[in-house]
């Protein structure tokens, strides 16, 4: 039998670390960032050398390279949300949002990945209503998520409920990350699962931290408990609170990158047109994908939907309606960018009955930030 536990509180900025413990704790994330970015490319690389030997490579060699380098890619990522939440730059807006009905949205947005993986979600999701920043929520529950991902074998349960004492919310995930088969009945216990501290639970850790959520995690008998406490958890005594106490205000410097992490991909049959695209929102932090046709993006989102989709107006046709009716039929409120042809006029979706976003090709530099952050959180 393994046992651990490990508890938190809400931590300080580590921006400069104020103790040796510190100091320990972001040397074994530089390295544990080091590990993520170099084994997958090191694999790849391997491919690589493969494929110019012998000017061969089949399908699921390629489906593994790309594998290799979208994991490189992820790490990467994780690690430049790290630096941005220890650079204590973080703006944060406050707002009453309801934790049960936010986390189903998510389980709801990734369900086809959960399904491709062959894992079942099991959520039981009591009414509390809690007091934090929009899209570090977002940004957290998608990390639980993540990280469970990773770990459980067949299915992840979900609970979000009340604590009597002191009344805060509560979100708990439940997974079996190791088969039952593989546990020890007696003699030593095995070693401690240090896979679980990957990458993504740093991330997990240090959202919570910046969010000032007290988190455990527990670990026996292969099953892994991860807790999350809400200490501002609404109640209706707290109607009077004023809505400066609630939202301080979002600055937008993009220093706050406040839908960093989100995923968008790019639909344009002209290479020029995905790179003018994806250079005109990669200061965002977001993660990018780039394909060339309709059909491509249909196969795409058959594995796991991104957060959003900018299309080329060119490529309008019944292929995108009935891309877009497949994703509506399940997320009614998805976020469509639709590239138009010439001018410098731009559109949020929901104006002047338009079905999905538009910027003009001359104003992508200048528009298509603005009108994807409004799509993006207009979807939370």
């Known amino acids: 039998m393994d046992m651990s536990e490990i508890k938190y509180g809400a931590a300080p900025s580590p921006a400069a670390p104020a103790d040796a413990a510190d100091a320990d704790r972001w040397r074994d994330l530089v390295g544990t960032v080091g590990a993520e970015v170099a084994e997958p490319l090191t694999a790849a690389l391997e491919r690589v050398h493969a494929?110019?030997?012998?000017?061969?490579?089949?399908?699921?060699?390629?489906?593994?390279?790309?594998?290799?380098?979208?994991?490189?890619?992820?790490?990467?990522?994780?690690?430049?949300?790290?630096?941005?939440?220890?650079?204590?730059?973080?703006?944060?807006?406050?707002?009453?949002?309801?934790?049960?009905?936010?986390?189903?949205?998510?389980?709801?947005?990734?369900?086809?990945?959960?399904?491709?993986?062959?894992?079942?979600?099991?959520?039981?999701?009591?009414?509390?209503?809690?007091i934090v920043d929009a899209s570090l929520l977002f940004s957290l529950l998608n990390t639980v998520l993540d990280w469970a991902l990773i770990h459980a074998g067949s299915q992840i349960a979900f609970t979000v409920d009340l604590k009597d004492w002191p009344a805060h919310a509560r979100l708990v995930c439940r997974f079996a990350h190791r088969p039952l088969d593989e546990l020890d009945d007696g003699g030593a216990p095995p070693a401690p699962p240090t896979s679980l501290d990957s990458l993504v639970w740093r991330l997990l850790e240090q959202t919570a931290w910046t969010m000032g959520l007290p988190l455990a995690r527990t670990v026996k008998d292969g099953e892994a408990v991860l807790t999350l406490e809400f200490p501002r958890t609404a109640h209706d005594e707290m109607e009077g609170v004023s809505t400066i106490e609630l939202d301080r205000g979002f600055g937008p410097s993009g220093n706050s990158r406040p839908l960093a992490g989100s995923h968008v991909l790019v639909v344009a049959s002209r290479r020029e047109m995905r790179v003018r695209v994806r250079d005109a929102i990669r200061h965002m932090g977001l993660v990018i994908d780039l394909v060339s046709s309709v059909d491509e993006a249909a196969a795409f989102c058959r594995e796991g939907l991104p957060h959003a989709i900018i299309v080329e107006a060119v490529l309008h046709g019944e292929a995108l309606r009935k891309l877009r009716a497949e994703i509506g039929a399940e997320l009614p409120e998805f976020p469509f960018i639709e590239i138009i042809e010439e001018g410098t006029s731009f559109a949020m979706s929901g104006f002047g009955n338009a079905a999905m976003g538009h910027v003009g090709r001359d104003a992508i530099e200048s528009a298509l930030p603005s009108v994807l952050m409004f799509e993006l959180s207009r979807s939370l």
């Open 51 to 130: 494929l110019t030997a012998n000017g061969r490579i089949d399908k699921a060699g390629l489906r593994a390279l790309r594998d290799e380098i979208e994991s490189a890619r992820r790490a990467a990522m994780i690690a430049q949300q790290l630096t941005r939440f220890a650079s204590a730059r973080l703006r944060q807006s406050h707002e009453r949002l309801p934790l049960g009905e936010t986390l189903k949205a998510v389980l709801a947005h990734r369900a086809r990945e959960t399904h491709a993986r062959g894992i079942m979600l099991e959520p039981i999701l009591k009414p509390a209503d809690v």
